[in-house]
């Protein structure tokens, strides 16, 4: 019995390496390394003694088949180079796949976001967690969630949709804003604020690359929204103003930065009416609406809102006092956002090849 079970083993297996055989004669006979003939006469051999039911035929002709096979239709290992060039094309193909849905990254090239982010920053963007945009289109197959207050965001600004900018999400579709003072009023209510530094804030700021770094004075405030809690510069003598406020109730003179302007001709900030720059067509950007609410009022009170228009965001710079935002040029479209800020992941002064200036104790910090 156990006889006649080992014939019958013996014989399937045989079988199975005959189809094989023929099978890669058939298919790939130009790439058996010169042995297809080889091969053909060893499955010839095996094939004739299975039909003649000759089994020591079948035993003797089944190692060289079986050898032959194994080494004819096993898949031929891969070269170094080829393993590497495999390897680098995966990487480049995932990293390029996060790049156009995932992650981004991105570099700060201005002061309007100091003190949250600096010149040379570099940050990563979760271009995801907005929803799953098409790569290289503003189009959004389907929204996770829209953009929340107190969120610092990257955007293809609408006068101008080949440049990236970075702000802070400070109202939503719907909602008012005011700045009166350097205060800024959302539906009304004045967003908390306090003073951090007074007459020993400075920053070092430039206008463009290779220009001179030069010393700039501020003061620093810290404002809370929503549960994000972050740091804004302003002019530095806000705390000198803020305290002449408080003793006399009122100040002589509006601020440059307050918005509305009150001295203006009260039309929504836009593409095609900014307040201090070209007219640009924006197809996809809402203009908004100016409302008065108080006629009469002294000049650090409140008396005409913005309100922002459905689907788009109020974005203004930390650095109240050196940014150009929403203020001048109106809100922004949602579906002109590539994604909120995550961390910083490289951040340096300068980058030579003799100096590179890294600022250690930025680079890992998360943008809040």
């Known amino acids: 019995m156990r006889a006649a079970s080992l014939d019958r083993r013996v014989r399937t297996e045989a079988q199975a390496l005959v189809r094989d055989a023929r099978a890669a004669l058939n298919v790939t006979r130009d790439n058996l390394r010169g042995k297809a003939s080889d091969l053909a006469s060893a499955a010839d051999e095996v094939a004739a003694a299975l039909a003649a039911n000759d089994g020591l035929r079948v035993r003797r002709g089944l190692p060289r088949l079986d050898v032959l096979v194994d080494e004819l239709t096993k898949p031929q290992p891969k070269s170094v180079a080829r393993d590497y060039i495999e390897s680098i094309g995966s ?68 006068c101008t949709t080949d440049r990236d900018y970075i702000k802070r999400v400070i109202a939503t579709e719907g909602q008012s804003v005011e700045v009166r003072c350097n205060v800024v009023y959302v539906d009304g209510k004045a967003v908390d604020n306090e003073l951090v530094q007074g007459d020993t804030c400075s920053y070092e700021d430039r206008r463009d690359v290779g220009d001179p770094w030069s010393v700039t ?21 806000r705390p000198r103003r803020d305290d002449l406020l408080a003793k006399r109730g009122s100040l002589p003179s509006a601020n ?39 006629p009469v009022a002294g000049v650090c009170e409140q008396q005409m ?29 949602i579906e002109n956002i590539r994604g909120k800020a995550l961390f910083i992941w490289l951040s340096y002064r300068d980058w030579t090849v003799a100096h590179w200036g890294l600022r250690w104790s930025r680079m890992g910090s998360f943008v809040e």
């Not at 501020?218 to 302003?234: I, K, L, M, N, P």
């Not at 309100?307 to 109240?320: E, I, S, W, Y």
């Open 305 to 333: 809102h913005y309100v922002v228009p459905k689907g788009h965001v109020f974005a203004m710079g930390d650095n109240r006092s050196n940014s150009t935002d929403s203020r001048s040029w109106g809100s922004v479209p």
């Open 91 to 158: 990487a480049v193909l995932i990293a390029l796949a996060l790049r156009a849905m995932v992650l981004a990254a991105f570099e700060i090239p201005s002061s309007s976001m100091y003190p949250t982010v600096e010149i040379n920053d570099h940050i990563f963007v979760n271009k995801l967690i907005y929803g799953l945009q098409i790569p290289f289109t503003t189009t959004k197959l389907f929204q996770w969630r829209k953009p929340r207050r107190g969120e610092v965001i990257v955007f293809l600004q609408p």
């Open 217 to 237: 004075r501020c003061s620093e405030y810290r404002e809370r929204v929503d549960g994000h809690d972050y740091d804004t510069y302003h002019d530095a003598d």
């Open 256 to 294: 440059n930065h307050d918005f509305p302007r009150i001295d203006g001709t009260h039309t929504p900030p836009s593409c095609m009416h900014q307040a201090d720059g070209e007219r640009f067509e924006s197809p996809n950007q809402q203009p908004g609406e100016i409302v008065e609410t108080k």
